[in-house]
C-alpha cells in the first residue's frame, strides 16, 4: 500500500511539474491565426497585443492578454470592448478528441462599449442574418443549462441609444455567474450612473422561456425582491410578484428633497407611452411596506397589475397616515385613453399630488 501511495504521489507531483512547466510556453506564435479566426467569423478585428499563455491550473486555462474587439462599422467609436485580460478555462479530456468544452470564462480591466444605430440594430449583432423565430409554443434559442462559470471584475460598460444618443455608463466590481440545477445563479455589484447598484437571481430558461426566481435588486439603499417571468414563445407575457419593505422614489423622480424641500412636478407633460401597452401581455403584483417622496409616505401598498390586449387595469390600495386610500388606474392602448379612479374618506388628494 506505501508503495502504491508512492507511486501516486510521484505521478501527481509529475503532472502538476507539466502543467507548471506549461505555464512557461509561449502561444503567442498562435495569435495571427486566432484573430484571423475572429475576422472571418465576425468581420470585426480581434487585436491580442500581449501575452498569450496557459495559465497554471489543474484544468489548462488559456490567458490572453491586452485583448481589442472591433466595433461595428458604424458605430461612434474604434472598439466595442478592450481588456487587460481574459482567461477561457478549457476541459482536458474532451480537448484530446478534438473537441472544445469551455468551463469558465475570466475577464478583468474591461471597457466594453454597447450601442445602437437609429434602426436599433445592436453593435453585438454580425452580418445581416437573423436567428429564425422559435415555433409558438416551443422552446427555442440557447438553453442556460450547461453554460460555463462566468467571472467578471473591475468592468466599465458603457450603453448608447442610437436613437436618442442617450449614454447610461455603470462600473461592475463584481460580476459572477454560475451554473445551478438547469440555470445559473448571477450576481452583480457595481454603480450606475453613480448610484451604488447589486442585484442577484437564480435564471433559467431559454430564449422562449425566461425565469428570475429569488431576485433581489438593491439601488441606492432601496431594495426589491421577487420572481419574474418572461414567455416569448407566444404573444409575450410578463409574470411575477415583487415585494419591497421600503422604496425611495425620490433619487429617481428628482422631486422633493431628503429635507422635504419642493422639487419638480411628479408627473412629466410628455404624451403616455400608451402604445406599449399592446407590445406584451402582463399580470404582476407590487407589495410595498412604505413608499417615501420627500416627506410622503405611503403605507402598505398592494398594486396588482394587469395588461391584456392593450388594456391596463391596476387598483392600487395604500393608506396615508393611516387613512385607507383607493386608486384604479385604466388604460387602452388601442382607444388612448387613461382613466383613473380614486377615493378615500376625509383625504385631500390635491395636497398627496401637490
Not at 474604434?78 to 468544452?101: C, I
Not at 434602426?119 to 450547461?146: I, K, V, Y
Not at 462600473?171 to 440555470?183: I, Y
Request: without cysteine; charged residues 20%.
Amino acid at each position: 500500500m506505501k508503495k502504491l501511495l508512492r507511486f501516486i504521489v510521484v505521478i501527481a507531483l509529475l503532472l502538476a511539474g507539466a502543467l507548471y512547466a506549461l505555464t512557461f510556453v509561449d502561444l503567442g506564435r498562435f495569435a495571427p491565426q486566432i484573430e484571423a479566426a475572429a475576422k472571418d467569423a465576425t468581420g470585426r478585428t480581434l487585436k491580442i497585443e500581449g501575452g498569450l499563455h496557459i495559465g497554471f491550473s489543474l484544468v489548462p486555462t488559456v490567458v490572453a492578454e491586452k485583448v481589442s474587439f472591433g466595433n461595428a462599422d458604424w458605430g461612434t467609436r474604434p472598439q466595442m470592448l478592450t481588456a487587460d485580460e481574459l482567461g477561457l478555462q478549457l476541459a482536458l479530456l474532451p480537448l484530446l478528441s478534438g473537441s472544445v468544452d469551455l468551463r469558465e470564462v475570466k475577464l478583468s480591466g474591461a471597457d466594453i462599449y454597447l450601442e445602437t444605430d437609429r434602426r436599433g440594430r445592436g453593435n453585438w449583432e454580425f452580418g445581416d442574418a437573423q436567428a429564425a423565430p422559435a415555433p409558438a409554443g416551443e422552446g427555442g434559442g440557447m438553453s442556460l443549462a450547461g453554460i460555463p462559470r462566468v467571472a467578471l471584475s473591475a468592468i466599465k460598460i458603457a450603453w448608447r441609444d442610437g436613437a436618442t444618443g442617450q449614454v447610461t455608463e455603470a462600473t461592475l466590481d463584481e460580476v459572477t455567474v454560475q451554473p445551478k440545477g438547469a440555470g445559473v445563479h448571477a450576481i452583480i455589484g457595481g454603480t450606475v450612473n453613480g448610484s451604488a447598484v447589486a442585484f442577484s437571481a437564480d435564471v433559467s430558461g431559454d430564449a422562449a422561456r425566461m425565469a428570475l426566481d429569488n431576485a433581489s435588486l438593491d439601488v441606492a439603499g432601496t431594495s426589491v425582491g421577487g420572481d419574474l417571468a418572461l414567455d416569448l414563445s407566444g404573444r409575450p407575457k410578463l409574470t411575477g410578484a415583487l415585494s419591497s419593505p421600503k422604496f425611495d422614489v425620490t433619487p429617481f423622480l428628482g422631486g422633493a428633497s431628503a429635507s422635504g424641500g419642493k422639487g419638480g412636478p411628479v408627473f412629466s407633460r410628455d404624451p403616455l407611452p400608451l402604445d406599449a401597452l399592446e407590445a406584451l401581455d402582463a399580470d404582476l403584483t407590487f407589495a410595498l411596506g412604505a413608499l417615501h417622496y420627500g416627506k410622503l409616505v405611503l403605507a402598505d401598498i398592494k398594486l396588482p397589475v394587469k395588461i391584456a390586449n392593450g388594456k391596463l387595469s391596476a387598483p392600487l390600495t395604500a393608506a396615508y397616515r393611516d387613512t385607507p386610500l383607493k386608486l384604479t388606474l385604466a388604460a387602452d392602448g388601442k382607444a388612448k385613453s387613461v382613466s383613473v379612479d380614486a377615493g378615500a374618506t376625509n383625504f385631500d388628494l390635491g395636497r398627496l399630488l401637490a
